[in-house]
């Protein structure tokens, strides 16, 4: 069964995202920390990862993770997951964040699945 | 010495129209002189300085080509405050010389032209600060004083406009002198304080613009804020909503699931309104170094943005179709023209009925994109078609058909579509369906502020 590793705050985002992963037939892991996170895909590499961006401690945390995520594993497929409605928040035209999908929250499960799928 | 102000003068837009509008004058200027000269010779035979009168229109012609010379050559180029300080004393002091010795040789005070000197005054006033205005005026008033004076001494000749009037008194001349002196002094006291006073007005308004402006961008960052926290939690509300519906939590009854769709298509229209208003907000707080384009596939863009509404189509059994030739690239800001498309799109699904079709469609149009977002909807009625774009406007159909809303989504789409320097046109036909037109320009290497369409470039 594949593996998916939220990292997320929001733990009723972790609770929904993940029972509706896990009724699509995913095994899914969860982090309420970027450094557990990043911990997590060191000692036990997932198939693929759901990433926020905002963290109560800074706002771009997410990004720093994403990095930090693509620089352990290049092809580990890493979904930034966020819950401003467009890239704009953020500076995306710089080109320097390492990300396969950006989905906007909240997702309809079917709609996640379909790109889950496009990955592993 | 104050430095002069010609570019913060309300009066003018730039500092190039100035030097231009001085040098069509002056050409202007040589015609008249020219024509007055050839007809009072030829028709009137005047008894005027001819020789004299001629080789001074000549050397204005060749100063203001030699102006206009430096001008078109100078123009693209940067030049210093110093520099550009004595063009224009340079032209302006040449153009007093030359009108001085014009009426002097041409009957003085009795000459007409001398009223021309107002006018200079006028001028002057406008470009230069108080003082360099009195120093000139000072100037002038003495020059004529001196050679009235000279005049009615007899050290100086009277060179009479009229063959028969080489009679005037010299004393009367000496009154009208002074009388004009006199006329100088108010005309340019006059326009300097109400020159003064405009510029005064017009910085205070900058001030109060600069600081509206950045209230209204705190205000909006507040919104990017806010709308982000509200967000949040509607995102969770939305994903137990989805656990319930799908059985996850056990099963449930049928009265029970149409109550949960209701809440959850509810919590949906939310989060759509606070997409709307995040969009808004950061149209209206960025700034000059937001808008960077990027060269991206239409094809990309569309499916995408199809992709982003296909759920809802589906939901509300609306059919989507999509045309777009294969190769077709535009290089514009990628923010804005998801805005756009995805506005429309989500516009158009919203508003056609069950069973209806929405189609976007793309092609080349010179060197435009052309994008047609058609639908088969409630339609707009005719009187209602010039404020769909406005800010909070929602249509009497609309507000019918779906009670959530802002009204922001068109006023958006327009913003945008300025930002990206297109345009935007709307057919619709009441109870028919709508299609909107949106024109893009298939290159552009900046997008423009939303709010700054009057932000004119120095050099145009």
Redesign the interface.
Known sequence: MQRILIIDD?E??I???G??LK?EGYNVDFATTTEQGVEMIKNAPPDLVLLDI?FPDKKTKGFDAAGEIKAINPNLPLFVFT???????FD??KDDIKADEFIN??V????LVDKIKQYI | MQELSPIESSAFKSLNEVIRWFIDLRWMACIGVSLVLLFSHFLFSFYLQYKILAITTLVLVLLNSTYSYYFYRYKKQYLQRREIHLFFQVQIIGDYILLLVLVFFSGFMVNPLIFFFVFHIIITSFLFTTRIVSLYTTCLVFVIGTISLLQYFKILPVYPLFTNNSSISTQVMLVQTAGFSFLLIITAYLTTSIINKIDARGKQFEVELNRYKSLDKIKSNFI?QVT?EI??????I???H??IL?G?TGEIKDHTKEVITKADRRTDNL?II??EM??FA?MKSSDDS?F?T?ELSVRKIISENI?NVS?RAEQEDVHLSVACPRHLKIKTN??LI??ILGNLLFNAIKYTETGGNVSLIASEKGHEIHFVVEDTGIGICDNEIEKVFDEFYRSRRARVLEKDGTGLGLSIVQKAVNALQGRIIVYSKEGKGSSFHVFLPAYIEKGKIPGGENAEDFNN
């Open positions: 929001d009723d985002i609770e929904t995202v029972s509706l009724f905002m819950a401003i409605n467009r890239e704009y928040a995306f035209s929250k909240p309809k499960v079917d709609r | 990017l982000h967000r949040g939690p509607l995102a969770a939305s994903g137990f989805e656990m799908r996850i989060l606070i997409g995040i969009d950061y937001t960077t990027k992709s759920i990628r923010d998801n805005i």
